[in-house]
T-cell receptor, first 113, second 115 residues
Framework: KAGVTQTPRYLIKTRGQQVTLSCSPISGHRSVSWYQQTPGQGLQFLFEYFSETQRNKGNFPGRFSGRQFSNSRSEMNVSTLELGDSALYLC????????????FGQGTRLTVV | AQSVTQPDIHITVSEGASLELRCNYS??????LFWYVQSPGQGLQLLLK??????LVQGIKGFEAEFKRSQSSFNLRKPSVHWSDAAEYFC?????????????FGRGTSLIVHP
């Protein structure tokens, strides 16, 4: 069974630009969560999508948004990039049996310059 | 709301020595508890998990963890550390939220292994 796939692996963007990251979950997993990981803040929950609906949301500004498609693939978008948005963005697909076990992709390393 | 505390930011051990990484959680009900490991630039890999039953759980790579309800702890242990165990370790609690279970992570403990 293929794992969670995130694309691209690396991105360099300029302040003020916007960026879209993609995540394909494990087949059969309908819940996808996004996390931002920085050295200072650790792993912070961004949002969770389930069956194309945002079901949970973390404490991030509205510049961070996401969506999920009917095939459970998810995208997250960050608009008006700031230097502080530089981070590793991790996507996780959650075990549908309700165990809360998260299966992580390798992440997208975003650098804002 | 649930929370996880990993009090040690860095731990340094010699290869072959034993290891214990501490984790304390806060959650009103019986939690789902996890330990994940992250190598540099990579995603997180599940080491082990506790849902119910035996409070001592075995995981991959020779790791084990013990759930102690009275201390709200879920410490990770390994009897003999290998150089390849050097990585970042995250404790997480999975709690119900909006119809799903969202894991909340601790800040992580960086393990350094000396030869």
């Amino acid at each position: 069974k293929a794992g969670v796939t995130q694309t691209p692996r690396y991105l360099i963007k300029t302040r003020g630009q916007q960026v879209t990251l993609s995540c394909s979950p494990i087949s059969g997993h309908r819940s996808v969560s996004w996390y931002q990981q920085t050295p200072g803040q650790g792993l912070q929950f961004l949002f969770e999508y389930f069956s194309e609906t945002q079901r949970n949301k973390g404490n991030f500004p509205g510049r961070f948004s996401g969506r999920q498609f009917s095939n459970s693939r998810s995208e997250m978008n960050v608009s008006t990039l700031e230097l502080g948005d530089s981070a590793l963005y991790l996507c996780a697909s959650i075990d549908p049996r309700g165990s809360a076990e998260a299966f992580f992709g390798q992440g997208t390393r975003l650098t804002v310059v | 709301a649930q929370s996880v505390t990993q009090p040690d930011i860095h731990i340094t051990v010699s290869e072959g020595a034993s290891l214990e990484l501490r984790c304390n959680y806060s959650y009103g009900a019986t939690p789902y508890l996890f330990w994940y490991v992250q190598s540099p630039g990579q995603g997180l890999q599940l080491l082990l998990k506790y849902f119910s039953g035996d409070t001592l759980v075995q995981g991959i790579k020779g790791f084990e963890a013990e759930f102690k309800r009275s201390q709200s702890s879920f410490n990770l242990r390994k009897p003999s550390v290998h150089w390849s165990d050097a990585a970042e370790y995250f404790c997480a609690v999975g709690a119900a939220s909006g119809g799903s279970y969202i894991p909340t992570f601790g800040r992580g403990t960086s393990l350094i292994v000396h030869p």
